[in-house]
């Protein structure tokens, strides 16, 4: 079968692979017939080293179970599934509190940490399949796949960036960064019922869709600029939450800058450092609280699936390009480029 792999930084080759086979009881095999690209998969697509790989690349995707292991339980074959970006047993003590990607299943496991699995192919192994797949109620080739492929990674991390943040029908939201989890996280704020949106994101075509989610502002500036814009916006207090979609220390210093007193900063972009402002001056003095970090999207599918299978919410407009694996190397460039937000594989 063929599958994506990143050689390093800049070099996204289409190959040709062994097929996944079943190897645990507990494995089912799924054929791929919708995945993405992540803006996650755009951080090693700029700073991999070539001795760090190949790895295999994809960690959203809906497909159709064509095999399962003895003892899977709950699938059959012919199931459509998602599968969330973290393998998981649903069952243990983490998973039970809602933290499957703290999951403590020898076989648990991001799957960007499984450097022989990916979600950019035809078709994938999947470990615990019982607890990492949800069966989703439609066909294969229903208009709902986009949205429902959000399911997997970007609107579950939206969804958590706001719960935990304490995202209410009380609170004001900032968020920064107008990626597909930046717009996803203004949704999800606006689907808990935020009061107040400010979205930071300086690419038009974006913060509208931005609007569209439920933004009632855009600043595109950014630093002091941006953080004297959001203030003036919020009566100079900043606002509640804070959401940091994007993981640079200029973004978490931003939050800094636009949070309100006694509120909180939520990260879900994946930080780029290991040292950052925590003490009196920044956070301590004003009982600013720091929370996120990735998110459990195993435990909200079952919230956020009904408001996508109504119509309720359409989370897959994120999604404006859609390609075939031999596109996929292009669409690697295109999101770094920022010329596309989003792209839809259909292996
Ligand atoms: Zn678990």
Same mark, same amino acid.
């Given at each position: 079968?063929?599958?994506?792999?990143?050689?390093?930084?800049?070099?996204?080759?289409?190959?040709?692979?062994?097929?996944?086979?079943?190897?645990?009881?507990?494995?089912?095999?799924?054929?791929?017939?919708?995945?993405?690209?992540?803006?996650?998969?755009?951080?090693?697509?700029?700073?991999?080293?070539?001795?760090?790989?190949?790895?295999?690349?994809?960690?959203?995707?809906?497909?159709?179970?064509?095999?399962?292991?003895?003892?899977?339980?709950?699938?059959?074959?012919?199931?459509?599934?998602?599968?969330?970006?973290?393998?998981?047993?649903?069952?243990?003590?983490?998973?039970?509190?809602?933290?499957?990607?703290?999951?403590?299943?020898?076989?648990?496991?991001?799957?960007?940490?499984?450097?022989?699995?990916?979600?950019?192919?035809?078709?994938?192994?999947?470990?615990?399949?019982?607890?990492?797949?949800?069966?989703?109620?439609?066909?294969?080739?229903?208009?709902?796949?986009?949205?429902?492929?959000?399911?997997?990674?970007?609107?579950?991390? &939206?969804?958590?960036?706001?719960?935990?943040?304490?995202?209410?029908?009380?609170?004001?939201?900032?968020?920064?960064?107008?990626?597909?989890?930046?717009?996803?996280?203004?949704?999800?704020?606006?689907?808990?019922?935020?009061?107040?949106?400010?979205?930071?994101?300086?690419?038009?075509?974006?913060?509208?869709?931005?609007?569209?989610?439920?933004?009632?502002?855009?600043?595109?500036?950014?630093?002091?600029?941006?953080?004297?814009?959001?203030?003036?916006?919020?009566?100079?207090?900043?606002?509640?939450?804070?959401?940091?979609?994007? &993981?640079?220390?200029?973004?978490?210093?931003?939050?800094?800058?636009?949070?309100?007193?006694? &509120?909180?900063?939520?990260?879900?972009?994946?930080?780029?450092?290991?040292?950052?402002?925590?003490?009196?001056?920044?956070?301590?003095?004003?009982?600013?609280?720091?929370? &996120?970090?990735?998110?459990?999207?195993?435990?909200?599918?079952?919230?956020?699936?009904?408001?996508?299978?109504?119509?309720?919410?359409?989370?897959?407009?994120?999604?404006?390009?859609?390609?075939?694996?031999?596109?996929?190397?292009?669409?690697?460039?295109?999101?770094?480029?920022?010329?596309?937000?989003?792209?839809?594989?259909?292996?």
């Amino acid at each position: 079968m063929r599958a994506t792999l990143l050689y390093k930084a800049g070099d996204v080759r289409i190959e040709d692979v062994p097929d996944p086979v079943i190897e645990q009881p507990t494995d089912a095999l799924v054929r791929i017939t919708a995945s993405c690209i992540c803006g996650s998969d755009l951080w090693p697509y700029a700073t991999m080293a070539a001795h760090d790989g190949p790895v295999r690349m994809g960690h959203e995707f809906i497909g159709v179970v064509e095999d399962i292991g003895s003892a899977v339980t709950t699938l059959r074959r012919g199931d459509l599934v998602v599968a969330p970006f973290s393998v998981s047993d649903n069952t243990c003590a983490f998973c039970r509190e809602g933290l499957h990607t703290s999951c403590t299943d020898p076989q648990a496991d991001l799957w960007d940490g499984l450097a022989e699995e990916g979600g950019q192919a035809e078709a994938v192994r999947v470990p615990l399949a019982d607890g990492t797949l949800v069966k989703l109620p439609v066909a294969a080739d229903s208009a709902l796949v986009p949205s429902l492929l959000t399911l997997a990674d970007v609107l579950g991390t &939206g969804h958590h960036a706001a719960v935990a943040g304490g995202v209410d029908e009380h609170t004001g939201v900032t968020v920064i960064g107008d990626g597909a989890v930046g717009l996803l996280s203004v949704l999800a704020a606006r689907r808990l019922g935020a009061e107040h949106i400010v979205l930071m994101g300086r690419h038009g075509t974006r913060t509208e869709l931005g609007r569209e989610f439920g933004a009632a502002e855009v600043v595109s500036a950014r630093g002091a600029e941006g953080i004297a814009a959001v203030r003036e916006l919020t009566g100079g207090h900043g606002t509640h939450v804070v959401i940091d979609a994007v &993981g640079s220390m200029p973004a978490y210093e931003q939050a800094l800058g636009v949070v309100r007193r006694g &509120g909180t900063i939520s990260r879900v972009g994946l930080p780029q450092y290991e040292q950052a402002p925590v003490g009196f001056g920044s956070l301590f003095r004003h009982n600013i609280r720091l929370a &996120g970090g990735p998110a459990p999207v195993r435990a909200s599918i079952d919230q956020l699936l009904p408001d996508i299978l109504s119509g309720a919410i359409e989370p897959g407009k994120v999604f404006d390009a859609t390609t075939g694996l031999d596109g996929v190397p292009a669409g690697y460039q295109d999101m770094a480029d920022r010329n596309s937000l989003k792209v839809l594989i259909k292996p």
